[in-house]
């Protein structure tokens, strides 16, 4: 759900932080009050272009941040957000929030993490669904009436049998057309994958010899100096005139003496014999260091011969060295396929064949489940179409299912199906597909009586609707009041709207006002309480007399 809404310097905003509520939230207020601009909010944050003379004026930018609680949601987040490099969400949260300027910059971030306008706006397809007359609707997609229909079906099991089928096709075909080639070209891919195997394999890598290599290189290159300088350390600690082995015995006798007056100087004396030892431990282990170290011409070029052939790989197969045996492995395998390349398509001819004739038998069961779901959606959308003063409309489902010859192979994953909701308000009016439906108020109330149908499948957890109730009255605003209130069981809802009865049906309700503030007009959304929405009901309802509170108090019981 929507937690929290934060708009910043958006049209006639200046700065608000909105608390929504879950279930059924209400948004009311005189026209042009700003209650669009939780709409342009919203859309904002789903993606959609950013319309930079919506910035307040005087102001530079413009923002808007959202947080959604996410533990309930069933969406895959946790990998999406990890495979587009964003950060976790933490403590079921995640954190959206989009910022554009005068100038013409454009920014967004998830969870803190900058993003694009594309993840955004697939991020939103999970958390949001806005319906309203003007706004884009999922459900008036044929791809997305099929999900609906498989939902409301419980086909999802079928249908993933069906993708699983024609995934496993496209791979087969893609190592099929890997395999047919010319001669010509069949004979140069043999050549060269013998001898990036041969090339790969004669050098008998491992994959963590490089910075060995590296560190014996390094050795071999400065031995000369590396004796150098050891043999000048060695002379220092104990064979100059005035080496430091020499100098120190001087003053253990200086020390003995001072103990032999003053016992109190012992421990002086027992620190320099400790001093004595470790120089002459460290003596012994610069005489060894020195003796491993050798003036080998003949090994240094051979180390340098190593560490170029491990270089020239790295930039032929792999930035790793790890890579580059992966890279060896796959071309064998790349080497065999085509070494038995007669039998290998043969195989996979074999293996098409039948993934085929399995494609057409899972997709013909597909078809024929959806075919005995259809009655069944059309059925439950017209009873909820009733409700809402559609008396004798018609309702239905237009499914067109592909036949299968030579050259019609499936390559959608979702099935052999099209499908396309059909609707006709009037009786005597032929059904019509539902994305051709003229009138807004039609197309409303049809969102509505689908979303209140599939309000137990549809996993998307805000739905907002604006002004879904236009050009309805009387019972029918009872019964959209209502049926946003079913909805809100599953979902949560947030509703533009003007009519009292779909407002007082709400568990809150925020009414939108402008006001006059040191010269400037600002939109202010405020949450109301119970007596003022009595106050806020009586005004939709026409005015403030006796007869209009009373009938708020009794549409609020």
Not at 220 to 231: D, H, T, V, W
Request: proline content about 3%.
């Amino acid at each position: 759900m929507l937690t929290t809404l934060r708009i910043k310097n958006l049209a006639l905003v200046a700065d608000l932080t909105l608390e929504l509520q879950p279930g059924y939230n209400v948004i009311t207020g005189e026209t042009g009050a700003g209650k669009s601009i939780l709409i342009g909010a919203l859309n904002l944050l789903l993606g959609e272009r950013a319309d930079r003379t919506l910035i307040r004026s005087g102001e530079e930018s413009c923002s808007v941040e959202a947080a959604f609680d996410v533990s309930q949601l069933r969406a895959p987040l946790r990998d999406f957000l990890d495979e587009n490099g964003l950060e976790p969400c933490e403590d079921g949260q995640i954190v959206v929030k989009r910022v554009f300027t005068a100038a013409g910059s454009n920014r967004q971030f998830v969870n803190g993490s900058p993003t694009t306008l594309n993840i955004l706006a697939a991020l939103g397809e999970w958390l949001v669904d806005i319906h309203g007359p003007h706004d884009h609707q999922s459900l008036l997609h044929p791809a997305r009436q099929l999900d609906i229909l498989d939902a409301f079906g419980n086909l999802g099991e079928p249908r993933a049998a069906f993708a699983g089928l024609v995934r496993r096709r496209a791979a087969v075909e893609a190592e099929k057309a890997a395999l047919i080639v010319d001669e010509k070209t069949y004979a140069q891919q043999l050549d060269l994958l013998r001898f990036q195997v041969r090339e790969i394999s004669d050098a008998r890598l491992q994959p963590d010899e490089e910075s060995r290599v590296e560190q014996d290189y390094r050795r071999a290159s400065n031995a000369a100096k590396l004796i150098e300088f050891g043999q000048t350390a060695l002379a220092l600690l104990g064979e100059a005139d005035d080496a430091v082995l020499t100098r120190i015995g001087e003053i253990g006798r200086m020390l003995r003496e001072l103990q032999r007056l003053d016992s109190a100087a012992a421990p002086l004396a027992a620190g320099q014999e400790q001093a004595v030892t470790a120089l002459r431990e460290l003596q012994g282990e610069l005489s060894h260091y020195l003796e491993r170290i050798e003036l080998d011409p003949a090994h240094l070029k051979e180390l340098e011969e190593r560490l170029n052939l491990i270089q020239s790989l790295r930039r032929k197969y792999g930035a790793t060295l790890g890579d580059v045996i992966a890279f060896g492995e796959d071309a064998k395998k790349k080497l065999h396929s085509l070494e038995q390349r007669d039998a290998e398509l043969s195989r996979l001819n074999a293996e098409l064949q039948k993934l085929d004739t399995d494609l057409w038998r899972t997709g013909q069961q597909l078809s024929t489940q959806r075919r005995q779901v259809i009655p069944k959606l059309g059925k439950a959308v017209m009873k909820e179409l009733a409700a809402l003063g559609f008396k004798q409309c018609q309702f239905g489902v237009a499914i067109t299912t592909a036949e299968r010859s030579m050259l019609d192979v499936p390559r959608s994953a979702s099935g052999l199906d099209i499908i396309e909701f059909q609707f006709a308000p009037n009786p005597g009016e032929p059904a019509r597909p539902l994305r051709a439906i003229a009138s807004s108020g039609e197309m409303a109330r049809v969102m509505l009586a689908l979303k209140t149908v599939l309000a137990a499948e549809d996993e998307i957890p805000v739905l907002v609707f604006d002004e879904v109730d236009a050009n309805v009255g009387g019972e029918t605003a009872h019964a959209v009041g209502e049926k946003m209130r079913q909805i809100a069981d599953r979902h949560q809802v947030l509703c533009i709207t003007h009519l009292a009865p779909v407002a007082a049906q709400a568990t809150a309700h925020f009414v939108v006002s402008k006001e006059l503030k040191a010269g400037r007009t600002i939109s202010d959304f405020a949450l109301l309480d119970r007596p003022g929405r009595v106050t806020e009901l009586t005004r939709m309802l026409g005015g403030q007399s006796d007869a209009a509170r009373k009938h708020a108090e009794s549409l609020l019981k």
